[in-house]
């Protein structure tokens, strides 16, 4: 028997509501995209260096993505920063990081 192996942070990420609003094409689609702008920058190329224009799921997957790690991160508000935490929560909340 197999033990199954836990998700990684993306495929986590990916399960959330807000990034599924995103099909798999267009979220592959966009995310392509960021990963050559990426690469360009990493090369000192300018982010205009392209003559592509970003596909059009761009910037509401980049949304998506923030909600979607937000709520991961912010398990029971412990995100806020007015959030007074005891030990074992401050010790739960570095462990999930």
Known sequence: MTTPQPLNTLETLDRHWAV?????E???EAIQ???GVMAR???GDGVNATTTPPP???VPLAGAYLIA???????EGAASPTMMLSTAEDEA???HM
């Open 26 to 28: 267009d979220r592959a």
């Open 20 to 24: 599924k609003v995103v099909t798999p």
């Open 33 to 35: 995209y960021g990963l």
């Open 41 to 43: 920058l990493v090369n």
């Open 56 to 58: 059009e799921f761009v």
């Open 69 to 75: 790690a937000s709520e991961w991160l912010d398990f």
């Open 93 to 95: 909340r570095t462990a």
